[in-house]
């Protein structure tokens, strides 16, 4: 068969000549591990996983009770399990919260008969992806407003229905409300676990268990974006009673998760990929990324209209070169500054935030390959000087 009609001839394909055969222009992230973006870069040890154990078959419940016991080994919790992506991990968490171990519970979900099926939610902590926790058939009660909630305002909602109170830690979810430890007492005082989302918190690597230590009984993590496995992977981390819950309610069992399969190979990925984060030098490699935003800044800092400065704290640990546009600018909005990068040669995918694309832009450091910074920093350089002259 002719080598470049055949997708399937891998050894002789590079990334770019698949592209290429399917009429498909590749771009340099910078935008950081978006899925939609391709999310991030495996790492070797990752893809070296992958392919070895394609070699092999195996009892998936086996191997998936085994990768459990390496993940909670590796971060330093109770227990854990592999789910498919961090969203999976929420479906995972709330048929859980519903069903728990009871067959009967577990086969009929959507259905909620005959089981609690509210999780309890902050308003502050709503955000684009937490439908994902009514999938398998759950409905919040939300509490409080936008902007604050009390802890007494969740304790009243409480009641015969609730089967989990749900938390949010997020660079976008809103900062006052009740914390993660005074949400978990009261839940516990109730007997009803914690739920938490997690999905973009690392690094630093200290957050494996900083929300199990803070009370939550499941968290879910990806385990692509930082940690750099297959981007279709995510692991949750939490008490051994949850996660035996969670376990029977995911793939490969028969239930309302079914359809959330994460292959053998992705989980061997996920399981190489996870212990090179935990291994590796955490402040090297951020004192690495430091440089490259540095840099970035530098190159646009003087352009008149603008302010640009490095961020690296709590909520973006890895740190990012944010561009703010001043009430002088004459220039294109963010998001056409965004749409003329993606549309240029080559194509570089920047980021805005999803809530209000007026606020800010920004790049991401962790998916930029070697010369990929200074492409970066040449192309939005040109761009943003033009820009300022109103073009």
Request: aromatic share 6%; proline share 6%; hydrophobic share 40%.
């Amino acid at each position: 068969m002719d080598e470049t009609h055949s997708i399937g001839e891998t050894s002789r394909s590079t990334g770019h000549s698949i592209l290429e055969r399917l009429g498909v222009i590749p771009l340099i992230n910078a935008g950081g591990p978006n899925t939609k973006h391709s999310g991030s870069r495996p790492r070797p040890e990752s893809v070296e996983a992958m392919n070895a154990m394609s070699e092999v078959f195996v009892d998936l419940e086996e191997l998936l009770l085994a990768a459990g016991n390496e993940i909670a080994l590796l971060t330093g919790n109770e227990a854990a399990t592999v789910t498919s992506g961090a969203s999976g991990g929420l479906v995972v968490q709330a048929a859980a919260a519903m069903a728990k171990d009871d067959p009967a519970h577990i086969s009929q979900l959507p259905i909620t008969d005959g089981m609690p099926n509210e999780l309890i939610i902050q308003r502050g902590h709503r955000f684009v992806y937490d439908h994902l926790y009514l999938a398998p058939g759950s409905r919040f009660v939300e509490v409080g407003r936008t902007t604050d909630c009390t802890i007494e305002e969740i304790d009243a909602a409480i009641g015969p229905n609730t089967a989990a109170l749900i938390h949010l830690e997020s660079p976008y979810k809103e900062k006052t409300g009740v914390p993660l430890t005074e949400l978990s007492d009261l839940a516990h005082t109730h007997g009803l676990p914690v739920l938490a989302d997690c999905a973009s918190m690392l690094p630093p690597r200290e957050n494996l268990t900083k929300y199990t230590r803070q009370g939550a009984d499941l968290v879910s993590f990806s385990g692509g974006k930082a940690v750099r496995g297959p981007q279709s992977t995510g692991f949750l981390v939490g008490k051994t009673e949850w996660i035996e819950y969670a376990r029977l309610n995911n793939a490969p069992n028969p239930g309302v998760t079914r359809a959330q399969k994460v292959s053998k190979e992705e989980i061997a990925g996920l399981l190489a990929a996870l212990k090179v984060f935990t291994e590796i030098d955490e402040k090297e490699e951020t004192k690495n990324y430091l440089t490259q935003m540095n840099f970035i800044v530098d190159q646009i800092a003087e352009i008149p209209g603008l302010s640009a400065k490095v961020t690296h704290d709590y909520d973006h640990y890895i740190p990012h070169a944010v561009i703010v546009l001043n009430k002088d600018w004459k220039g294109p909005t963010y998001s056409e500054i965004a749409e003329r990068l993606k549309a240029g040669s080559p194509r570089i995918y920047t980021a805005t935030d999803y809530r209000d694309p007026a606020q800010c832009m920004w790049i991401d450091p962790l998916n930029l390959q070697d010369g990929e910074v200074e492409i970066v920093a040449t192309q939005l350089r040109e761009l943003l000087i033009k820009g300022a002259s109103g073009f």
